[in-house]
């Protein structure tokens, strides 16, 4: 059994409960928080809650600790700290980073003689996957990601953050003539207006005046100034009832060319329809854990990111049963 | 630069000569025939022609030799025997024979010291990796594939060989309403005939009976007894024009359940259509082939499938290029 422990307590810390639940080979030691351990309420009953401090009593008890906390502050920190007493596993997706982050915790993880597993999840994860199978067979051609339709929580937080509005969400959605078009293999030039529109659904204060509320959000830098997007003011009510799921979606497609004149065209799409966005992160977490795992029994040690993990780590299955695969 | 042999020289041997070309750190060395090496027209000008026997003479000179035969009867004996000399990689595709095709790969490459990687393309190779990753995230759910629309060598020979019958293209198809079905999360159990189609044409020769070539062609057992099948009688010329490339195209799906009570769906699907089969396949092989070539300059030895390699040796970037995929 791989024995597991989950850092941090929110919708990925109760998705990864669930998926140890899934998952035969794998226990599930202990939740770890930085809140009074009292106050949490697990999903499943007779888990263990223990506070963060404490987490050094469990060097010996845990094979792999999930880090379940956020990328802005929180994993920059946790992970390489965590790396070494534990084989970890995180979901750190701030893009940009990733370089610095993978070095921190290399340098911890290679210390420790631990393993460490970054940047998992469906993007950071199977869709960088997916681009660099693509392009390592196809080399001459257009690679395009199209996100959504799907909530996402940066652009509905910057939404709250304006005067006079209680709540928010906002989905991202693919434009479909922009899919369309690199499915039949056009190669077209995509801005970011072109690639996705924004819709916002937004719970505005009593009183407070919506056109200047829609009028920020639809010039807001980086954010929405970019893009087609769309407001709509909705109750409290609405919003909880009608997009209170965390569902996402996404595609990642590469359009390349073959032969003597690149005369013949290939199209190779990898898509996700998710009902629930952290969930789904958790499972894959869950994957990489086992890697992980695996990977340290046969004396590896330092940091890695998906796309340097062979396949067959991710299974339980033995070496004869995944020839069933092939 | 990593020195390509090309073994035997068809349709796939042709893909790999334009592959090389698109990969600026790959040269070709040769191409090998069993056949009067005279006789034999590249794709491109320059390109030494070598007769088989003379391949011992060539192993310092190739670092990953790449095996275009058949897996009928040239693979099971050449990749073995190549596995001696040189790095090698195959597209073995005879599905329940890959662990004894693997095996026998595997003494050889051991005994040598060099690295083999079999049964590289889209299925085995690409969908296989797809079915495991999927279900390796989500242990509980579906795996479906469909194939085609596109040409069954195969299936198209089967129809040849009937008495009366000139030539034939038989393309599977898969039935859209069942596609439809596993993409909507239903997770339906798919009998052989609910989930493809074949379709055939047909050139019958003068005054051959019809009636009775269609019979024999819709009720030949495991080929077309237990599918809808269709079959229409062409002209030789119509063939050609209209039936005459090597397209395809197939899905992986998986449908998959998370969550405390199962209550959340996921779909992940993969997807490749592909406007010539050969040259696709060619493509995965010269990326495995880079791969092989590293693995064996880290020391490896012995057999691999898709599934052991880590995505990262596909790639001709560096380590920090690398990280543009995360």
Known sequence: MIRIGIYGYGNLGRGIECAVQQNSDMTLVAVFTRRDPSTIKTVFSGVDVVSAGSVADYADKIDVMILCGGSATDLPVQTPELAKLFNVVDSFDTHARIPEHFANVDKEAKASGKTAIISVGWDPGLFSLNRLYAESILPEGNSYTFWGKGISQGHSDAIRRIDGVVDARQYTVPVPAAVESVRNGENPELTTRMKHTRECYVVAAEGADKARIEQEIKTMPNYFADYDTTVTFISQ???????????????????????????????????????????????????????????????DSGCKSVLDIPPSMLSRKSNEELFSYL
Not at 252 to 259: A, W
Not at 277 to 292: D, H, K, M, V, W
């Open 237 to 299: 009510e609405e919003l909880l009832e009608k997009h209170g799921g965390l569902p996402h979606q996404g595609i990642v497609l590469r359009s390349g060319s073959t032969g003597a004149n690149k005369e013949n065209t290939h199209i190779i799409e990898y898509s996700l329809k998710l009902d629930s966005n952290p969930e789904f992160t958790s499972s894959a977490l869950i994957a990489y854990a086992r890697a992980a795992y695996k990977l340290n029994q046969k004396g």
